[in-house]
């Protein structure tokens, strides 16, 4: 087969390629086809407490009969970190997707272009596709952390792309060189599946079609609602400055309580999504998401927040927390844009303190109470339908008065109109 | 200047009186619309009862509300606007104007067409005044009122509850069924153990707050739906609905074509049976406090659900960035009475015209609240190719190209590198 230019090059530089693995197919011949072509290679894999990962050091024998070593780096307090500011930050993508690839490729960049610079790479390779967004979010980072540093992308190769079509290709160059591949049962799953501990992303294959439901998903997190209890469980969190310190009583790290609210959220059903989103790169692309916790965790804050929060930083919360979201979502979270944001999203969260309990039943959360809020802005005096010492109903006169006023304007001067803008689009 | 039962006449009601005003008053047939219309009838005002048939929930027949009022020597004018409420739930579905906690605005929405449509009629019969019952804390009386300034800037409007004169009289329920007794108006009352707490409702849903729902130690599940059922109570089985979209508005419903009023209507069974749209929040009132709710929105709520995975397909990124700005806006101009300002319209508009490609046949799979995607078909305006997206090789989008794409792209992300832009510590530790 012919060779890649670029990875001749590479090999005629005599730098070291660092390849982000996962221990798949698609790693073992990424990192056989580079030393084929004369590249020095060392491996590097990300430990973000992935849920479909029985043990993350099983990816270094499942690498090493293709003659390379793999550094495995544990990055689980960073990915319960970022999960904690993203759950801060509302920061969801089209459909309520809490962003569990987005987050995860932040903390691998972050993480792994640190392990390589250690070692002595001087070339990132990373597995992801030319139609996705991981390629940008991968090359991105790398380019903002050290502008200095190469990227690979293997599958924009066109030689590679010519010798490895598919996955039958792939499993044929591991067979010639006697290296096994245990296959995920074809039946069993007809989709492809990116996991952490903030949740999965499933896409592709079966997944592609409109007309495929989104059942078709197993949940590897938790269940579908079906499959839930058939009774409430209730939960406790406390929160304080936005953060999750405490569930059911007890003081956690944040990674516990991630941990915890996955398992909690999981077994009720909690946190199963789906949407048609916009990638980065303007295409649409179709996903089924699982995060129980993050979503578990979201709901709750929302209540403290919601008590919390008066209207006008309520609306200057949403901005921010969409700011925040694209930019995750497009890989660019260190943008200075991004930081700004998130700053002030800790600013707004710094009196979000408050005791939430809810009531988890198949897959929904219901509020049950809101206690220990010192800084909440609801006063029941002031709403109340009963009479009290609240806001003088009286008052209310003048405020209507001064409000009339304006409004008698806009029909003073012809600017209103009261039929139905549909009717009057129709008929124009 | 004292009336006959030796309470201070209120100095507005003695107003009213003395102009020979026709008091148009919105009633619902319930406790405080009796009060009320007694109250200035017995000040001496001319009176006039009006009431909107919205097709509320709670509502058995609407007409039975001209029985209530009819002891307290009042006509009562019933004014149908239930295709308006329906019109107003289609456009509210397209601009998915929920508010905080995703409330559907069913009162809200309720109002406007309220305001608009019973004024006209209080017009036609020459009444020169509005009276509503809403309180003086709350939403309404904004709503109200300003849809009445900016329809008809020279109707004057009356509060009865922000009268110093009658908040004396009548501080609470008891004293309203001790007046009624009085002058031999009986009044049914509703079990106040059965149910601890208030309800507004049309076709469109229903708003629970106050009394026991006031406490934040309340869970919302002291609430007994109308519209449906709690999904704890609905069927362990899915049910498959199909919604066929012509320009961002539902016109058939499992392959029958339908008015926009019968599709809402149907929703709203289909939906609440499984339990669908039930919500809560602590919201942001008009005039700045917070208040409690508990809300259902059945048809909205799976009409919503069904739109935005059109929507999902059709609009662009920048297209959803612009919609979802138009929606907030929407939304917040709804729930404060505004919307029939100039920018609510335009707004509207505007999504109208985002909606125009927006073409498609969804079906849903309803269990116990959920509603999950089944398929999207026949959607001859999406912007969603397989190929373009495929993980498996194709025409679509060459990968290739993505190279060229990425080397742009890391030019402006170096130039930040350069120039010490970049901090990659965590915000939360630099802030400690």
């Avoid at chain 1, 390589?116 to 952390?145: I, P, W």
């Avoid at chain 1, 009963?386 to 009286?394: I, R």
Wanted: proline content about 4%; overall charge negative; glycine content about 8%.
């Amino acid at each position: 087969m012919p060779a890649s230019d670029i990875l001749k090059q590479f090999a005629a530089d005599g730098v070291t390629v660092g390849i982000c693995v996962s221990g798949g197919l698609d790693s073992k011949t990424v990192a056989l086809r580079l030393q084929q072509d004369g590249c020095k290679v060392r491996c590097y894999t990300a430990d973000l407490g992935q849920p479909d990962e029985e043990n993350i050091d099983d990816v270094i024998t499942k690498m090493a009969p293709c003659g390379v070593e793999t550094v495995v780096v544990d990055l689980k307090d960073e990915m319960a970190e970022l999960a904690f500011e993203c759950i801060a930050c509302l920061a969801q993508y089209d459909g309520g997707y809490w962003q569990s690839t987005g987050l995860g490729r932040i903390v691998t960049a972050r993480g792994l272009l640190a392990a390589m610079k250690k070692d002595g790479c001087s070339v990132l390779s990373h597995g992801a596709t030319g139609r996705g967004n991981d390629q940008v979010r991968f090359e991105r980072y790398v380019n903002v952390l050290d502008p200095t540093f190469r990227v690979y992308a293997p599958w924009r190769d066109q030689a590679l792309l010519d010798e490895f079509p598919g996955r039958t290709q792939m499993l044929e160059f591991l067979h010639k060189h006697n290296i096994t591949h245990q296959i995920v049962s074809q039946a069993a799953k007809r989709y492809s599946t990116d996991a952490n501990i903030c949740g999965l992303s499933n896409e592709a294959e079966d997944l592609e079609s409109l007309e495929t439901p989104m059942s078709i998903v197993n949940p590897v997190m938790g269940v579908w609602p079906q499959q839930a209890p058939d009774a409430v469980e209730e939960v406790e969190f406390r929160f304080e400055k936005g953060r999750c310190v405490a569930i059911n009583g007890k003081t956690m790290t944040p990674l516990e309580v991630l941990d915890t609210a996955n398992k909690i959220g999981g077994r009720n059903g909690v946190g199963i999504s789906h949407a048609l989103e916009n990638r980065i790169l303007g295409t649409k692309s179709r996903g089924v998401y699982e995060a129980p916790g993050m979503a578990l965790l979201g709901h709750a804050i929302e209540y403290v927040y919601q008590a919390v929060l008066d209207r006008r930083a309520t609306g200057l919360f949403k901005y921010l927390s969409k700011h925040i979201s694209d930019q995750i979502y497009d890989g660019r979270y260190f943008d200075p844009s991004t930081r700004a944001a998130i700053g002030a999203v800790w600013d707004l969260a710094a009196p979000c303190i408050g005791t939430v309990k809810v009531g988890l039943y198949k897959g929904h959360v219901h509020f049950v109470s809101l206690t220990d809020v010192p800084h909440s802005i609801y006063f029941e005096e002031d709403a109340s339908m009963e009479a009290s010492s609240g806001l003088n109903p009286v008052s209310s006169q003048g405020f209507l008065e001064v409000s009339s006023v304006e409004a008698k304007a806009m029909a003073k001067s012809g600017l209103i109109d009261a039929t139905p803008v549909w009717k009057k689009r129709r008929t124009a | 200047f004292f009336s006959s039962e030796n309470m201070p006449e209120s100095a507005l009601l003695k107003d009213f009186a003395d102009n020979n005003d026709l008091v148009g008053i919105c009633v619902s047939g319930g406790l405080d619309s009796k009060t009320v219309a007694l109250r200035l009838r017995k000040a001496g005002v001319r009176v006039l009862c009006f009431t909107a048939d919205l097709a509320q929930p709670d509502e058995e027949n609407i007409n039975d509300v001209k029985d209530k009022m009819a002891p307290c020597g009042v006509e009562t004018v019933v004014v149908d606007l239930k295709n308006e409420m329906a019109e107003a739930a289609f456009e509210c579905v397209a601009c998915q104007a929920t508010y905080d906690g995703g409330y559907w605005q069913s009162t809200g929405l309720g109002r406007y067409v309220t305001a608009r449509g019973l004024l006209t009629e209080m017009k036609k019969r020459g009444c020169t005044v509005l009276s509503h019952g809403a309180t003086g804390r709350g939403n309404d009386q904004v709503r109200f009122e300003r849809y009445v300034n900016v329809i008809d800037p020279t109707f004057k409007v009356y509060a009865p509850w922000r009268d110093q004169d009658l908040l004396q009289e009548f501080p609470g329920r008891t004293e309203m069924l001790e007046y009624l007794k009085k002058h031999d108006i009986g009044h049914q009352i509703v079990s106040q153990a059965a149910k601890r707490y208030s309800t507004d409702a049309n076709v469109c849903g229903l708003s629970n707050e106050a009394e026991d729902l006031e406490s934040m130690e309340t869970p919302m599940t002291i609430v007994n739906p109308i519209m449906g059922v709690w999904p704890k109570d609905a069927p362990d089985t899915m049910e498959e609905v199909t919604m066929r979209f012509e320009k961002g508005r539902c016109v058939a419903l499992n392959g029958e074509a339908m008015t926009p009023l019968t599709v809402l209507m149907e929703c709203n069974k289909i939906a609440g049976r499984n339990g669908v749209g039930i919500s809560q929040a602590l919201e942001n009132r008009i005039l700045g406090t917070k208040s409690r709710g508990v809300y259902e929105a059945p048809g909205m709520t799976l009409l919503g659900k069904g739109l935005d995975c059109v929507y999902q397909a059709v609009l662009d990124r920048r297209s959803t960035n612009l919609f979802k700005y138009l929606s907030q806006h929407i939304s917040d101009q709804i729930y404060d009475g505004r919307y029939f300002d100039p920018s609510t319209r335009a707004a509207i508009g505007a999504v109208w015209q985002l909606a125009e490609p927006a073409n498609g046949t969804v079906k849903l799979g309803l269990y116990k609240g959920h509603m999950l995607f089944l398929s999207l078909t026949d959607c001859p305006h999406s912007i969603y190719y397989e190929d373009d997206a495929s993980m498996e090789a194709s025409k679509g989008l060459n990968p290739v190209s993505s190279q060229g794409f990425l080397e742009v792209s890391s030019v402006e992300a170096k130039a930040m590198a350069k120039s010490g832009l970049i901090d990659i510590e965590s915000v939360w530790k630099r802030k400690a």
